[in-house]
């Protein structure tokens, strides 16, 4: 597909990689749900996608592309050692992607302990899994494949190592269209894998709930029990254990995500599944969609699954009954395990509170679920453009010396970074038969505060390999070219003649990354 437009001296053409949908186990380049541009309340600030660069470090925005791959991932249970068990397996829709089990079942047995509900995921503090052990939500996604009981290629007992699952996913060739479209060239690594499963989990969200309307109304929608709970879910408790005091929730669940904000240290809850004793850190999950639209709690609560009502998790909160070495500060008074003496009242006002917590839409958005048909199978509609079809600004310059150069600015709008090649042409020209052509012309790079300037001279003198990759090298070695990846920002590209030679010269800027969340605009 191609599109061409012509004003103020710009020739703009529009083309580029699909973008994907699924319905019905159909996979269809043209079309995909919006994953990248999810409206996000403006109350919410935390967000742990990774933005910036650094050691270990890389942008992962979520891309419609990226997410769908990341879609598929989640639900596909060929990903296990015996094509039992997907992450959606433990991480159901209709239970805001947790468990309604107390431990789940993986592909060696139970969990040792329960899954925790994925939603608003994006929003956690940057610490995953209940004992905090992922520091990042794309090094978590990985961690349940390598998992002897979950889903059993650990390499260790027999069991296939990750290269293996590695080499499976590499014979399907629905992961090898996926991956491409997905990251724009071809290979299935763990790193991909993780950055494709992140998307998809930070766009599981969940903000319509009766609580999300009333911050737009100072909860005059509130029932007088909800906005009693409300008060004593943000008031600290009182330090002599007396009923006037609030709940504490706050410290381990801020609003209004309502998730953890701190290492919260151990709950109270100390029993493990199979019987045992556990006295270790346990993070505090997101208090958002306890129960489901009709009212019934989506899955057992604590980390071992014990309690089946809110009802016993305040309860538990209210009267603390054990102490141990690790017991989170916020759950002691005057260094002993906290009593709050609630009234019956204020527990069932805390509850109802608790309620108002939970959205609708989750549980039924169709680009979230499960992408396969009921047999396993899916089919991909390959019809993605050839990889040549990119975004070109191009624009005629007059080049003169001293500082009559040739200036063209360009601007990188969206939130991702973009890859972009831009050329300074002169010789080319001559084919023609413009007879003023730039001889030799150079190319500077300057950009937004920060930016070191990029030069070129020639451009078989550097990047000469990532160049001629793009399939847009120039025609003559005295041309120059620049590959950048670029921040979203304000950028200008200067042309000058080499020994202060003039004439006419043309200067291209190529969107060499269109599926990118961000567009290239303005010459």
């Not at 950055?195 to 999300?212: P, V």
Request: proline share 7%; charged share 15%; net charge negative.
């Amino acid at each position: 597909m191609k599109r061409g437009a012509f004003a103020l001296g710009l020739w703009l053409v529009l083309a580029g990689p699909s973008l994907l949908q699924a319905e019905d186990g159909v996979i269809d380049l043209g079309a995909l749900p919006n994953y990248a541009k999810q409206v996000k309340p403006s109350y919410i600030f935390g967000d742990n996608t990774p933005v910036a660069t650094g050691p270990g470090v890389q942008p992962n925005p979520i891309t419609n592309t990226g997410a769908t791959l990341g879609r598929l991932l989640f639900y596909d249970k060929r990903l296990s050692r015996n094509d039992t068990v997907s992450c959606s397996s433990c991480h159901q829709q209709d239970h805001a992607f947790g468990d309604p089990a107390v431990a789940s079942t993986g592909v060696a047995g139970m969990t040792p302990r329960h899954a925790m509900r994925l939603v608003n995921a994006r929003f956690a503090e940057p610490r995953f899994f209940w004992d905090d052990r992922a520091p990042t939500l794309e090094i978590q996604a990985t961690q349940p494949f390598r998992n002897a009981i979950e889903m059993g290629f650990s390499g260790t007992n027999g069991d296939p190592n990750f290269s293996d699952l590695l080499a499976k996913m590499s014979a399907l060739p629905e992961y090898q269209i996926l991956f491409n479209a997905a990251f724009r060239s071809p290979g299935i690594d763990e790193t991909r894998i993780q950055r494709a499963l992140a998307q998809f989990i930070r766009s599981i969200q969940s903000f319509d709930s009766k609580f999300d309307d009333g911050l737009t109304q100072s909860f005059a929608n509130f029932t007088d029990s909800e906005k009693r709970g409300r008060q004593i879910f943000t008031t600290p408790s009182s330090s002599s254990g007396t009923p006037n005091g609030g709940a504490n929730c706050m410290f381990c669940h801020s609003d209004p995500t309502f998730s953890n904000s701190s290492s919260s240290g151990n709950d109270g809850v100390i029993a493990t599944i199979a019987g045992g004793t556990d006295l270790t850190v346990i993070s505090s999950p997101t208090l958002r969609d306890l129960v489901g639209p009709s009212g019934q709690l989506n899955t057992p609560l604590m980390h071992n699954g014990s309690f089946t009502s809110i009802a016993q998790v305040i309860e538990h909160y209210n009267a603390i009954p054990a102490d141990n070495p690790n017991l989170s500060f916020f759950l002691k008074q005057n260094g002993v395990p906290q009593n709050l003496n609630l009234t019956a009242q204020q527990k069932l006002d805390l509850e109802a509170f608790l309620r108002t917590l939970s959205g609708k839409a989750l549980y039924t958005d169709p680009k979230l679920s499960n992408p396969f048909r009921a047999d396993g199978s899916i089919t991909i509609v390959d019809t993605a453009p050839p990889p040549s079809q990119t975004v070109n600004l191009s624009t005629r310059l007059r080049v003169l010396t001293a500082e009559k150069v040739g200036i063209g600015g360009f601007i990188i709008t969206g939130t991702a970074p973009k890859r972009v090649l831009i050329r300074a042409l002169g010789p080319s020209l001559a084919q023609f038969g413009l007879p003023t052509f730039l001889a030799d012309p150079a190319l500077t790079l300057n950009g937004p505060a920060g930016f070191a300037p990029v030069f070129n001279d020639n451009w078989r003198s550097a990047q000469e390999t990532e160049i001629k990759g793009t399939g847009l090298a120039p025609g003559n070695d005295l041309e120059s070219a620049i590959v950048a990846t670029l921040t979203p920002g304000n950028y200008t590209a200067v042309v000058n003649g080499v020994n202060s030679g003039t004439g006419t010269g043309i200067l291209e800027i190529y969107d060499l990354d269109f599926a990118a969340d961000s567009k290239l605009a303005n010459i």
